[in-house]
């Protein structure tokens, strides 16, 4: 194709200012331009001209794009035109595939970026050229081959220019076949300037993917395999995963399968892939969030009712028996119990609240810790007589210190004993266990209890979640006992987990904590002068 040649370019489009506004887009490549207002008059002008790329919109009355190019494939004229569809609306996944499906090279949506389509259609349009000049070669005498050569050079410069040009990273490979015909390997023949941009591969022309990624997955091998023996283009998102990227690829195979050469056009699209599965994952918590909110909810109602409807049932039976010494005790009692329920729900919610809020503050001092699990222990023991339990404490001889707030410590243990009672079978046992563990105390308390199931263990300590609210409901409580543990463990600098083998195994929560620092050594010397000092002069 001679420079005083023009190459020509098919525009399809129903509405005549469309098309008139993609002739003045690309007036400035100095082709020839044709103009199609219908798919039938496109079929009619694709029969009878060679065309370097034809633009087709996708949306026409009588015949959409879709229909005008599955039968352009069908003519040999036609068969391996670049078509670029053009669309003014979002497409749905099915139509994008269709659309690659009958050969597509690109899909643009309106509006046009003007610069954009006239760098995307120079390249076809060079392209378009080199192939032309080619078949030209074949054709002339040795005068016309040395000009076809020099017109070569030329395009090939101008390509050059475009190729480089382009933001998009872009490469031609050579499949590698092993001695079975399967596809095992690719070399890099050419690359552009943005391809170092888009993969982070330096200096790969001449090497191969193996040598550069030696993990490489095999899926990118068959894929592009694949296009080398069907001669069909594919357009595909994929993880590199040795390269820690996500690519939208576009891939076609250059002249016949002899060749074994793919074009990939291609972009990094890693940053929105990352920034489409952290949305995904938000929205899924937040549904989580929801549902355990609204879950928490109606137990926060079941749980206030429960003690409430005896306190009201308490001042009835006071009102209709105050002439009845032993009936007004029994319902004092009984409101006593329950109102002491009551209290513990409130003090619960609002320690939720002021460490959400940032406004709970430890009351640290130097304590030791059998004095902690002391008070701990009082403070649990009805509920374990209650339910008929064994109580084994095994603590170490020596005094262990920490630097803590011993209510909220105790408040701690508080917490997990009461769990054990509630979910351990009358007549269970459950042992507390404190030990030293270099700069930090191990404090365990195990149960034989209901155990937990391993795909809860990991959601134990969050806000608003329960591993068995049937189980919950029936026992009292909330679910955020375990919650308020590990909030008030890690004020004091310290961790707690939960383990257990099972449903009906016993469960173990270990809270381990930092010691108290050893106060320095009592100088007993230094003391002694100063009592004689004191004494010499008085």
Known sequence: MSANKQVNILLVDDEPANLLALEAVLDDLGEHLVRAGSGEEALAKAADTDFAAILLDVRMPTMSGFEAARRM????????????????????????EEAYALGAVDFLAKPLVPAVLKAKLSFFVELFVSKAALRMERAVD?????????????????????????DEGFCIIEMLFNDAGRPVDYRFIETNR????HTGLVDAVGRTVRELLPAHESHWFETYGAVVSTGRAV???NEAKGLGRWYDVHASRIGGAETRQVAVLFNDITPRKRAEDELRRLASELAEADRNKSE???????????????????????RLAHDDPA????????????FGRLVLLVDDLLDIARISSGKLELKKQRVELKSVLASAVETSQPLIEAGRHELRLLLPDEPIELDADPARLAQVIVNLLSNAAKYTPEGGCIQVRAQRDGGEVSISVADDGIGIAAD??????????????????????????????????????????????????????????????????HDEGESELVCQAVRANS
Not at 73 to 96: E, G, K, S, W
Not at 297 to 314: D, K, Q, V
């Open 142 to 166: 040795l005068r016309e081959r040395l000009r076809a050569e020099a017109d070569l050079q030329a395009s090939e410069e101008r390509y050059r220019t475009v190729f480089n040009s382009m």
């Open 73 to 96: 494939r069908a003519m040999d004229r036609c068969r391996n035109t670049p078509i670029i569809f053009v669309t003014a609306y979002d497409m749905a996944d099915l139509q994008v």
């Open 194 to 197: 943005a391809f170092v941009d």
């Open 296 to 318: 928490f909810l109606a137990t926060l109602g079941h749980e206030l009712r429960n003690p409430l409807a005896p306190l009201r049932n308490g001042l009835h039976v006071i």
């Open 456 to 521: 809860w263990l990991p959601r134990l300590f969050e806000i608003f979640s329960q591993a068995d609210r049937d189980t919950e409901r029936r026992q009292g409580g909330l679910g955020i006992g375990l919650s308020l543990v590990r909030r008030l463990v890690e004020l004091h600098g310290g961790t707690v987990a939960a383990a257990s083998p099972g449903l009906g195994e016993g469960s173990t929560f270990t809270v381990r904590l930092p010691l108290a620092p050893l106060e320095p050594p």
């Open 235 to 237: 357009r595909f998102v």
């Open 327 to 338: 009936a007004v005790a029994k319902a004092l009692d009984i409101m006593e119990r329950q």
